[in-house]
């Protein structure tokens, strides 16, 4: 059902930006990009919602296919960014955090994609 998919999706993209918007606080100075892309990916990611409810398929595919490559970003940035924090730069720490977090959002979110999308076809 791609009602509750899209509900999914657009909760993502709130989280998003909200985790964008959290990393630029927490270092206005050096974030800027963490307030650039949770804001675009976290505005995509609503629009994709918004449109997987207006009953649009390919919203929800491309939402799938979007959160799938923001997995892989997230992943590597996690694995450096941890890597950082262990090499003692606790400067790290929150964007460490942080990206863990959307990692984990992005892992919870792909298999609900692909299930409200199964249920569709």
Excluded at 11 to 25: C, E, K, Q, R
Excluded at 56 to 80: C, I, N
Aim: positive net charge; proline residues 2%.
């Amino acid at each position: 059902m791609l009602s509750t998919t899209g509900k999914q999706i657009i909760a993502y993209g709130a989280f998003l930006i909200l985790a964008g918007l959290t990393g630029f606080l927490s270092n206005p100075e050096k974030a800027k990009t963490a307030l650039m892309s949770g804001g675009l990916f976290g505005g995509l990611s609503m629009l994709w919602g918004w449109l997987s409810l207006q009953g649009k398929r390919w919203a929800a595919q491309t939402a799938l296919v979007m959160t799938g490559l923001l997995t892989l970003v997230f992943g590597w940035r996690a694995f450096a960014g941890w890597q950082q924090v262990a090499a003692g730069n606790s400067d790290k720490l929150v964007a460490a955090l942080l990206i863990s977090s959307m990692l984990a959002a992005s892992l919870v979110l792909l298999p609900l994609i692909w299930r409200g999308l199964r249920r569709t076809a």
